[in-house]
């Protein structure tokens, strides 16, 4: 585990996570849907493509593949090509189980939950509410923000301000665990500390790198 700053003074009461690649991984997923609908549509895509959507939102998404595609839609084709996504992936959302949780993340939540940290997820994804309830999962956290909630997306601080508010902590009690460098930027922005897991680690601006999900405990 790395520390980026001084270890801070006051009490963490709340974390809030992210969903894709710090509780559950559905990259696979993700990048299988973009793949079929941008072979439909004829556009460019591949594995580094998918790996810049990370954090982003659908339509944001869609804005990244036709740029490295180089294509143009228009504003109603755009819709159009995101809902044929969106249809493949929530298809795909039916396959995961619990066997998808990332390692050690019920035990992380489950110890969490013994020291009263309260816990929230925050996410950008319209669908994470409903991966929650399909892994059955829910019921493990006091608050759950997405995409649903939100007017902008990650890197905009928009979805940890709401999640703070939602445990009725204030944001610089809580700490947000990123695995993309726009959420990192957006925990930040919302005052909270930010603690990088995955490929948002060495982005610099995290408070905590975690090189595993359970050095949080050594934190919180």
């Known amino acids: 585990m790395v520390f980026t700053k001084e270890k801070y003074e006051f009490m963490i009461n709340?974390?809030?996570?992210?969903?894709?690649?710090?509780?559950?991984?559905?990259?696979?997923l993700h990048c299988l849907a973009w793949a079929e609908t941008c072979k439909e549509w004829?556009?460019?895509?591949?594995?580094?493509?998918?790996?810049?959507?990370?954090?982003?939102?659908?339509m944001e998404s869609v804005d990244i593949i036709l740029k490295y595609g180089n294509r143009e839609l228009s504003g109603e084709e755009k819709a159009s090509f995101a809902d044929a996504k969106n249809k493949r992936y929530v298809d795909l959302l039916s396959t995961l189980t619990r066997k998808d949780l990332l390692?050690?993340?019920?035990?992380?939540?489950?110890?969490?939950?013994?020291?009263?940290?309260?816990?929230?997820?925050?996410?950008?994804?319209?669908?994470?509410?409903?991966?929650?309830?399909?892994?059955?999962?829910?019921?493990?956290?006091?608050?759950?923000?997405?995409?649903?909630?939100?007017?902008?997306?990650?890197?905009?601080?928009?979805?940890?301000?709401?999640?703070?508010?939602?445990?009725?902590?204030?944001?610089?009690?809580?700490?947000?665990?990123e695995d993309a460098e726009s959420g990192i930027i957006a925990a930040k922005e919302a005052g909270c500390l930010a603690a990088a897991v995955g490929a948002a680690k060495g982005f610099g601006r995290a408070d905590y790198e975690l090189d595993r999900i359970e050095e949080l405990l050594g934190v919180v």
Do not use: Q
């Open 103 to 177: 390692p050690n993340i019920p035990y992380v939540i489950r110890e969490l939950r013994n020291r009263k940290i309260k816990l929230a997820v925050g996410s950008s994804s319209k669908n994470a509410t409903a991966i929650l309830d399909i892994i059955g999962i829910s019921d493990w956290f006091d608050a759950i923000v997405d995409g649903n909630c939100i007017h902008n997306s990650k890197p905009d601080p928009e979805v940890f301000i709401l999640a703070a508010e939602a445990l009725n902590v204030h944001p610089r009690n809580c700490i947000v665990v």
């Open 14 to 28: 709340g974390v809030i996570f992210d969903l894709d690649g710090v509780i559950v991984s559905t990259d696979k």
């Open 42 to 58: 004829d556009i460019p895509f591949s594995e580094d493509i998918n790996d810049m959507l990370r954090g982003v939102s659908r």
